[in-house]
């Protein structure tokens, strides 16, 4: 008698497998839908993180007066009691040296007069949209409050919702008094 498989058995051998092949495909590329959404929320995340510190620190550790254009005496705003302002604003540290943030193209890039130069603070991979900077202050011998409210969205072409991915970011920033 010799061994063999007879056609019955070969042909439930390859409907099992034609039936689990498409299962285990469509396992793979859920997996592999989820990694591109979770690398999309790790950039947004990485770099809506990287913008709040990098303003929160500058503001906190320098910030000394808070302008409406470029800083000099005629422009000085939440400088009294119950006044606020919003738009763009302008920054003078104590030693009269100017920062500012700019947010042209879909981007944050933060201006020095020391460094007489911008810096970008995202990449091209993501883009910030609805960017608010403004400032309060409640009291006259309070500190200036700066609210900064901004959406950082994963800069893609696709359509897909896993290449999707966006944060919304606010926080308020007292600065010191000098």
Known sequence: ?????TLIEMLVVVGVIAFILPVVFTIVFAILRQQAKIYALQEVKRQG???LS???TNLKNSAATVHSGPPDESNLVCNTANSSNSGPLYFRDRFNNNFWYSTNSDIVASNSS???ATLNLT?????VESISISCERQATFSSPVISISYTVDYDTSSTRAEDKASFNYQ????????
Not at 123 to 127: A, E, F, H, L, T
Not at 171 to 178: D, E, G, V
């Open 1 to 5: 008698m010799k061994k063999a498989f």
């Open 49 to 51: 993180d990287f913008i």
């Open 54 to 56: 990098n303003i929160r």
């Open 114 to 116: 020391i460094l007489e």
């Open 123 to 127: 990449n091209d991979k993501v883009r």
């Open 171 to 178: 926080t308020k920033i007292q600065l010191r008094s000098y």
